[in-house]
């Protein structure tokens, strides 16, 4: 059965130092299946990447991994993927994991979470894609971030129409549904019984 909607998770490879990670994580992949949805993400088994692949899995919803060669060798791949892929390059990686999705959100994560989420965003502003891009600023996380990127408005290096583009909530329920329908999209109504 095709998924009502796919959603392009980033987060970190480590689950972070505070239980509040990790329950995010969780409730994300447990949102993303209980709506009839796909998990897009890097394909990792560790930190808060396995959390909400497993969440989404157990929830009844199916995750897509997209993982390179250089991390499967070091074994980071996670097999229970519902689809593994393999590519040569992080460019390839990225590519796919935004073809593949309808909706992007970023978690809690490192430079690699950074990265991503600036490079999508800066791919919708450039009109590369028209797809929802999220912040999930769970306890303040990205506070300071935002406080920057504030900054940088006010020296006029960028607009405000470009922070406009970006949503942000420090839950993960509201997030996820309004990325979701900004999308286009519905979630299903939330299964019974779990």
């Not at 992007?104 to 965003?121: D, S």
Request: with cysteine; charged share 20%; hydrophobic share 40%.
């Amino acid at each position: 059965m095709k998924p009502a909607f796919s959603v392009c998770v980033y987060c970190g490879s480590r689950p972070g130092n505070d239980p509040a990670f990790t329950e995010a994580a969780q409730a994300t992949g447990r949102w993303i299946g209980e709506h009839g949805g796909q998990l897009v993400y890097g394909g990792g088994k560790g930190g808060l990447m396995g959390t909400v692949a497993a969440a989404t899995l157990q929830a009844g919803g199916t995750v897509v991994g997209i993982i390179p060669t250089a991390l499967v060798e070091k074994e980071w791949a996670n097999a229970m993927c519902t689809e593994l892929h393999v590519v040569d390059t992080m460019h390839e990686r990225k590519r796919m994991m935004a073809e593949r999705s309808d909706a992007f959100v970023a978690l809690p994560g490192g430079i690699g979470t950074f990265e991503e989420f600036f490079e999508v965003w800066t791919w919708r502003q450039l009109g590369y894609h028209d797809k929802p891009v999220g912040l999930l600023n769970l306890n303040g996380y990205y506070d300071t971030l935002l406080q920057f990127l504030q900054s940088t408005v006010d020296k006029g290096f960028l607009g405000d129409w470009q922070m406009g583009l970006i949503r942000t909530d420090a839950r993960v329920e509201p997030l996820l549904t309004e990325l979701v329908q900004a999308a286009g999209l519905a979630p299903e109504a939330k299964l019974a019984g779990i």
